[in-house]
């Protein structure tokens, strides 16, 4: 929440920039236009008072501001009475426009381009001579007044260079800061595997054995009750004590640190097996059984655990249909991956719990351990896979299960 | 994990990209074309409206720049104006000696670049000091490097001269 608070003040900050460096950047150039009109309007009122002064116009040659590309006066047939460049006093200026129509009272300005390739600013005015009214064209350089245009340009590249690189460091801090959550995240979890498998250590000797006897000892019992209703009586202890045995069973698997025998085997034919393995159960509830598997999908794995994994998700699938349904298992591939599902039509899973599914020890089953599903994600991982369940109340449930492919697996498709 | 890399890298990537064509920006908006530093036409580029007559005394030797063309910087009552006078093929063919310190009259189109200098492209060059002249265009801009009818000698605009103040741009 937070970060994603910062994310958003970051953002709005970065387009209020960016907005300021558009806006500085437009401003730009009408300002360098002002400034170069008011160039202009200063020298020609400097060249209209040496003209008046003057009226042979010879002092104009020596007038050579820096800022000034050249300047001429025209008269109303388009020769040039003066000129910064003294060859094309008395010649044609060629301007087609000018013999059309004399510039009114309002000056003209405009950006050209001179032969040399220069870009300049133009000014033309009328000239009011004591003799006649003759035509000023001003063409001044932009060097000087462009800077304000540059500065802008530079200011916007920089502030946009800098917008950049503080998003990068930005990504690389937040990528950082996920990397080091997921690694504590992980640290905890390795943290209380660890502390389980002490539990699990301690729950094989103290309860393990005398629970055997226990359980030995009910079965005889049952078996040579001193009264009829005893029988009944054992068997319930009998029926506890595999419950119980069954969960330190799975707790000292899912504490156990020990990598498991990996070798290549079908995982399409594990997960034929597992089916037939709960056909009957399937039967019982009433649930249609179907299955899409790909001929050879070749994994590298531990083949009994994978077989745990999947029949625990079968259990679970079977399960949440107490009334029938339907339970597809498919297998198949994809990329470098081997891709197993188990999706069944019951009652789902409520979306708060769904975060939480995988945690050791929790359930939402009267009588489950809750170490089944964190069980399957462990093997999982052992087996650098992973494994995602996806529900909705009512509609029912799919677990996926992805394994890397054995090097040499091949796919032929098929179904059944 | 991987994936992340890949963007991560590719963000970095059109960042680093960003800030290059930033600072090419941020240079004045030099470099955008192929007419160099100055953004002027050496080559075949001059203007009758803005020629000018400069004196003053050779600051360097001549050196090769933009697109083959040779420079002499000159240090004029105005301050420094950088002469060019060509192709080097064709200067060389002039065998015009200059040397720092000589005394030099030149002719030509003035104009100023991007890059703030005032340039001046030479239609005739007066050694001064040694008493060598060479002319370098014709008295309308034909570059001598053209071709001997290029200018406007026969009407054409092969010199780029230009009459009535230039191109305009809107």
Same mark, same amino acid.
């Not at chain 1, 007038?63 to 094309?88: Q, V």
């Not at chain 1, 339970?327 to 769904?354: F, N, P, Q, T, Y």
């Not at chain 1, 896979?385 to 677990?399: C, F, M, Y």
């Not at chain 2, 001549?62 to 105005?78: L, Q, S």
């Given at each position: 929440?937070?970060?994603?608070?910062?994310?958003?003040?970051?953002?709005?900050?970065?387009?209020?920039?960016?907005?300021?460096?558009?806006?500085?950047?437009?401003?730009?150039?009408?300002?360098?236009?002002?400034?170069?009109?008011?160039?202009?309007?200063?020298?020609?009122?400097?060249?209209?008072?040496?003209?008046?002064?003057?009226?042979?116009?010879?002092?104009?040659?020596?007038?050579?501001?820096?800022?000034?590309?050249?300047?001429?006066?025209?008269?109303?047939?388009?020769?040039?009475?003066?000129?910064?460049?003294?060859?094309?006093?008395?010649?044609?200026?060629?301007?087609?426009?000018?013999?059309?129509?004399?510039?009114?009272?309002?000056?003209?300005?405009?950006?050209?381009?001179?032969?040399?390739?220069?870009?300049?600013?133009?000014?033309?005015?009328?000239?009011?001579?004591?003799?006649?009214?003759?035509?000023?064209?001003?063409?001044?350089?932009?060097?000087?007044?462009?800077?304000?245009?540059?500065?802008?340009?530079?200011?916007?590249?920089?502030?946009?260079?800098?917008?950049?690189?503080?998003?990068?460091?930005?990504?690389?801090?937040?990528?950082?800061?996920?990397?080091?959550?997921?690694?504590?995240?992980?640290?905890?979890?390795?943290?209380?595997?660890?502390?389980?498998?002490?539990?699990?250590?301690?729950?094989?000797?103290?309860?393990?054995?005398?629970?055997?006897?226990?359980?030995?000892?009910?079965?005889?019992?049952?078996?040579?009750?001193?009264?009829?209703?005893?029988?009944?009586?054992?068997?319930?202890?009998?029926?506890?004590?595999?419950?119980?045995?069954?969960?330190?069973?799975?707790?000292?698997?899912?504490?156990?640190?020990?990598?498991?025998?990996?070798?290549?085997?079908?995982?399409?034919?594990?997960?034929?097996?597992?089916?037939?393995?709960?056909?009957?159960?399937?039967?019982?509830?009433?649930?249609?059984?179907?299955?899409?598997?790909?001929?050879?999908?070749?994994?590298?794995?531990?083949?009994?655990?994978?077989?745990?994994?999947?029949?625990?998700?079968?259990?679970?699938?079977?399960?949440?249909?107490?009334?029938?349904?339907?339970?597809?298992?498919?297998?198949?591939?994809?990329?470098?991956?081997?891709?197993?599902?188990?999706?069944?039509?019951?009652?789902?899973?409520?979306?708060?719990?769904?975060?939480?599914?995988?945690?050791?020890?929790?359930?939402?089953?009267?009588?489950?351990?809750?170490?089944?599903?964190?069980?399957?994600?462990?093997?999982?991982?052992?087996?650098?896979?992973?494994?995602?369940?996806?529900?909705?109340?009512?509609?029912?449930?799919?677990?996926?299960?992805?394994?890397?492919?054995?090097?040499?697996?091949?796919?032929?498709?098929?179904?059944? | 994990?991987?994936?992340?890399?890949?963007?991560?890298?590719?963000?970095?990537? =059109?960042? *680093?990209?960003?800030?290059?064509?930033? %600072? @090419?920006?941020?240079?004045?908006?030099? #470099?955008? $074309?192929?007419?160099?530093?100055?953004?002027?036409?050496?080559?075949?580029?001059?203007?009758?409206?803005?020629?000018?007559?400069?004196?003053?005394?050779?600051?360097?030797?001549?050196?090769?720049?933009?697109?083959?063309?040779?420079?002499?910087?000159?240090?004029?009552?105005?301050?420094?104006?950088?002469?060019?006078?060509?192709?080097?093929?064709?200067?060389?063919?002039?065998? =015009?000696? *200059?040397?720092?310190?000589?005394?030099? %009259? @030149?002719?030509?189109?003035?104009?100023? #670049?991007? $890059?703030?200098?005032?340039?001046?492209?030479?239609?005739?060059?007066?050694?001064?000091?040694?008493?060598?002249?060479?002319?370098?265009?014709?008295?309308?801009?034909?570059?001598?490097?053209?071709?001997?009818?290029?200018?406007?000698?026969?009407?054409?605009?092969?010199?780029?001269?230009?009459?009535?103040?230039?191109?305009?741009?809107?």
């Amino acid at each position: 929440m937070l970060r994603k608070a910062i994310i958003s003040a970051g953002l709005c900050l970065s387009l209020l920039l960016l907005w300021f460096a558009a806006y500085n950047y437009r401003q730009a150039g009408p300002i360098a236009e002002e400034n170069l009109r008011g160039l202009a309007l200063t020298l020609s009122a400097a060249i209209d008072r040496l003209a008046v002064h003057d009226p042979s116009l010879a002092d104009l040659a020596k007038f050579r501001p820096p800022d000034i590309a050249y300047f001429a006066m025209i008269d109303r047939h388009g020769i040039y009475r003066f000129h910064s460049n003294p060859d094309l006093i008395g010649t044609s200026s060629g301007d087609d426009d000018l013999k059309r129509g004399f510039p009114g009272a309002a000056p003209t300005e405009e950006r050209v381009t001179l032969g040399t390739g220069e870009r300049a600013f133009q000014f033309t005015t009328p000239l009011y001579l004591p003799s006649e009214t003759l035509v000023l064209r001003l063409t001044l350089h932009t060097y000087r007044a462009d800077s304000v245009i540059r500065r802008a340009r530079l200011n916007t590249a920089l502030l946009l260079g800098m917008l950049g690189v503080v998003w990068v460091l930005i990504a690389v801090l937040l990528r950082s800061a996920r990397r080091e959550e997921l690694m504590q995240r992980e640290m905890t979890r390795q943290e209380s595997l660890a502390r389980l498998g002490v539990m699990g250590a301690m729950l094989a000797h103290e309860i393990r054995n005398p629970l055997a006897g226990i359980k030995g000892f009910a079965q005889v019992i049952e078996k040579r009750p001193a009264e009829p209703r005893n029988s009944g009586f054992a068997q319930s202890i009998v029926a506890e004590a595999c419950r119980l045995e069954n969960l330190v069973t799975e707790l000292l698997c899912y504490a156990s640190s020990e990598p498991p025998a990996k070798d290549a085997f079908d995982l399409g034919e594990v997960t034929n097996h597992v089916a037939a393995m709960l056909s009957d159960e399937a039967l019982q509830l009433g649930v249609d059984v179907s299955i899409q598997a790909a001929q050879e999908v070749r994994v590298w794995g531990n083949r009994d655990r994978i077989e745990q994994v999947l029949l625990n998700l079968g259990k679970n699938a079977l399960q949440a249909m107490p009334e029938g349904g339907t339970l597809r298992w498919s297998v198949g591939s994809s990329g470098k991956s081997a891709v197993a599902s188990v999706e069944d039509s019951g009652a789902g899973i409520a979306g708060h719990d769904l975060p939480r599914v995988f945690e050791p020890f929790f359930t939402t089953k009267a009588r489950g351990t809750g170490l089944g599903l964190a069980l399957c994600r462990k093997i999982a991982e052992e087996h650098q896979g992973k494994i995602q369940l996806t529900s909705k109340p009512d509609e029912g449930t799919k677990v996926t299960l992805t394994l890397p492919l054995d090097r040499s697996g091949t796919v032929h498709g098929s179904g059944r | 994990m991987c994936k992340d890399r890949v963007i991560f890298f590719m963000l970095l990537t =059109l960042c *680093l990209n960003f800030l290059a064509a930033g %600072s @090419a920006c941020a240079g004045f908006g030099f #470099g955008g $074309d192929n007419l160099g530093k100055s953004g002027l036409d050496f080559s075949k580029g001059y203007d009758v409206n803005t020629v000018t007559t400069v004196s003053g005394s050779v600051l360097t030797s001549p050196r090769t720049e933009e697109n083959g063309n040779v420079f002499v910087d000159i240090k004029t009552g105005a301050g420094v104006v950088t002469l060019s006078v060509g192709k080097r093929s064709e200067w060389e063919r002039k065998e =015009l000696q *200059l040397r720092p310190n000589d005394q030099v %009259s @030149a002719k030509g189109s003035h104009a100023q #670049g991007k $890059d703030g200098k005032t340039y001046l492209m030479v239609q005739k060059l007066d050694n001064r000091s040694s008493g060598g002249q060479a002319v370098l265009r014709n008295e309308r801009g034909g570059p001598a490097w053209m071709g001997v009818n290029s200018g406007g000698m026969t009407g054409s605009p092969g010199g780029g001269m230009m009459r009535g103040g230039g191109r305009m741009m809107r």
